[in-house]
């Protein structure tokens, strides 16, 4: 269990009153006994096929710009759709070696997929939304409608 945040397992506050937390529970000691062996250590060189990119988004006055970290893949293995004013962005890389030996002793899998969801607002020009994908980073270009786009500051003169 995290020992950043203190909580009380299975059992109650009744006794702080007495100055001491109630003892915790043998379940919950032995969690705290499992977590601590075989924690983030255990798991760190455990590929599990999914990860997210980082994004930004961007507020510009004329769009919104949706920039995506993704090194390493193609144009063709992106998958952007909208249902909904839901943008969603998405990819899949399969990485298969054709190597006729089979007599290997340790081979790592090489697939991964992602799926990032955006709510767009009903500001967003939906039928001129481009995205372009350049050095690593792929971007999704949102245009705002005239009536969204910041106007000018208007000076008004006081006569």
């Keep these: 269990m995290s020992n950043l945040i203190p909580t009380v397992k299975n059992g109650s ?3 702080s009153d007495l100055g001491f937390k109630t003892l915790p529970s043998l ?3 032995m969690d ?3 977590n601590k062996s075989f924690g983030n250590e255990f798991m760190s060189n455990f590929n599990t096929g999914i990860t997210l990119p980082a994004v930004n988004v961007l507020d510009h006055d004329e769009e919104y710009i949706v920039e995506m970290a993704v090194p390493g893949l193609k ?3 992106f998958d952007i ?4 004013q839901m943008l969603s962005i998405s990819a899949e ?3 298969e070696n054709e190597d006729s030996n089979l007599n290997y002793t340790r081979r790592e ?3 991964s997929s992602f799926k990032r969801t955006f709510s767009l607002p009903e500001t967003v020009e939906i039928d001129k939304i481009k995205a372009k994908y350049e050095d690593g980073i792929l971007r999704v270009l949102l245009p705002k409608r005239d009536e969204a786009k910041k106007k000018p500051i208007k000076q008004i003169k006081i006569s």
């Design 93 to 95: 890389l399969k990485t």
């Design 109 to 111: 899998f090489g697939y």
């Design 27 to 29: 379940s919950s000691w």
């Design 32 to 34: 705290d006994i499992i």
């Design 13 to 15: 506050e009744s006794n």
């Design 75 to 77: 144009k063709s293995d």
């Design 81 to 84: 759709s909208l249902d909904n």
